[in-house]
T-cell receptor, first 113, second 115 residues
Framework: GAGVSQTPSNKVTEKGKYVELRCDPI?????LYWYRQSLGQGPEFLIY????????DSGLPNDRFFAVRPEGSVSTLKIQRTERGDSAVYLC???????????FGSGTRLTVV | AQSVTQLGSHVSVSEGALVLLRCNYS??????LFWYVQYPNQGLQLLLK??????LVKGINGFEAEFKKSETSFHLTKPSAHMSDAAEYFC?????????????FGKGTRLHILP
């Protein structure tokens, strides 16, 4: 596609529920990143994929968070047993050359009530 | 490890005045440096980046930034502010030469333009 697409744009869920957030990167971009942005903060790195494999998952806060990219394009960020502290905007970005600057999607605003 | 510090969480300038947003970085290797802008309810947009070569980098919308190794700085400037420049600005850094290195963002500076 022309840009990075994230769905849904907004998600409200109840505490304890499971959610999936989807990212469709720019066609041909092998690098894909997930970041989380809390109110008033900069984007915080979660996980980086190069192709199908997670090259760096050091930013995932705990084992409730998991991400996959089975075919090297679309990625899904999965959050189990959501907590109110998980409320944030989840940003996805892709890049052809890692480290040279990413193209970001518009994000998914997750609200846990 | 890389990090950035943005001085001032909020900066206000008058329309037509100089914009200066400060960023200092820390990096154990030569850095790649970036400025991103985020307009309300929108995603992040790359303004400009420094990788190698000329230390004065020009970006979109009339912004520019200068990489100063001796000062470990990468301040963002624009000669004359427009109302449309009101947004959140993020400085970011990654390790050059490491294709797997992630970009680390600062906490952001919100720019307010006064009429």
């Amino acid at each position: 596609g022309a840009g990075v697409s994230q769905t849904p744009s907004n998600k409200v869920t109840e505490k304890g529920k499971y959610v999936e957030l989807r990212c469709d990167p720019i066609s041909g971009h092998t690098a894909l990143y997930w970041y989380r942005q809390s109110l008033g903060q900069g984007p915080e790195f979660l996980i980086y994929f190069q192709g199908t494999g997670a090259a760096d998952d050091s930013g995932l806060p705990n084992d409730r968070f998991f991400a996959v990219r089975p075919e090297g394009s679309v990625s899904t960020l999965k959050i189990q047993r959501t907590e109110r502290g998980d409320s944030a905007v989840y940003l996805c970005a892709s890049s052809f050359v890692p480290g040279y600057g990413y193209t970001f999607g518009s994000g998914t605003r997750l609200t846990v009530v | 490890a890389q990090s950035v510090t943005q001085l001032g969480s909020h900066v206000s300038v008058s329309e037509g005045a100089l914009v200066l947003l400060r960023c200092n970085y820390s990096s154990s290797v030569p850095p790649y440096l970036f400025w991103y802008v985020q307009y309300p309810n929108q995603g992040l947009q790359l303004l400009l980046k420094y990788t190698t070569g000329a230390t004065l980098v020009k970006g979109i919308n009339g912004f520019e930034a200068e990489f100063k190794k001796s000062e470990t700085s990468f301040h963002l400037t624009k000669p004359s502010a427009h109302m449309s420049d009101a947004a959140e600005y993020f400085c970011a850094v990654s390790a050059s030469g490491n294709r797997d290195d992630k970009i680390i963002f600062g906490k952001g500076t919100r720019l307010h333009i006064l009429p």
